[in-house]
């Protein structure tokens, strides 16, 4: 369950096709990068890429969640503002994110977590294992340092989750799997 999340899209009028003419955020979320939609409350100031609280009890900007919703639900404006929005949460959780990288396990004989990390490839991935027997990372700048054909972790990182929220990966590391309607 997420408490925070950050605002991708605000739509002051609703969507033009409801029939309930309502002030409505599309979102992401902080921990699990859940997408979400939700109505907004009437005297609430909204900016894009705004941390908002979206918890059970609370809430002030937020009025109700309405939902999961898809990346395919997302407007364009959501689609083009999600990114940069990763960037700054992923900016926020470094120290996580550079755990993953020092507890990262294989998945299977042929497959390790980091070769499905966009851009890393064998010979860097390599190089993580390898330099992180000898002391585990402390941050991107330490990483980026000690395998220097590493490409922008920042990067790398957005990357995944993008094409996980999108519904375009086999293993999910970072979102949950896009929910299927019944």
Do not use: C, W
């Not at 921990?31 to 900016?47: C, D, H, P, S």
């Not at 997302?74 to 996580?96: C, F, G, P, Y």
């Amino acid at each position: 369950m997420e408490d925070h999340a950050f605002v991708i899209e605000y739509l002051p009028s609703g969507h033009a096709a409801q029939l309930r003419r309502e002030p409505i955020v599309q979102l992401v979320g902080e921990k699990f990068f859940t997408l979400l939609e939700a109505t907004v409350r009437a005297a609430a100031n909204i900016v894009i890429g705004q941390k908002v609280y979206v918890g059970k009890e609370g809430r002030t900007e937020v009025e109700r969640i309405k939902g999961r919703i898809k990346f395919s639900d997302l407007t364009n404006s959501a689609k083009e503002s999600l990114s940069s929005v990763l960037k700054k949460i992923i900016e926020e959780r470094e120290k996580d994110f550079v755990t993953f990288i020092n507890n990262s396990k294989p998945i299977s004989i042929r497959v390790h977590t980091l070769d499905l990390l966009p851009g890393v490839g064998k010979k860097n991935m390599e190089a993580i294992l390898s330099e992180r027997e000898k002391k585990p990372f402390e941050s991107f700048a330490d990483l980026k340092q000690r395998v220097s054909t590493m490409p922008d972790p920042l990067g790398i990182f957005t990357h995944r989750i993008v094409s996980e929220l999108e519904g375009n990966e086999k293993y999910y590391l970072f979102t949950k799997p896009p929910f299927r309607p019944m």
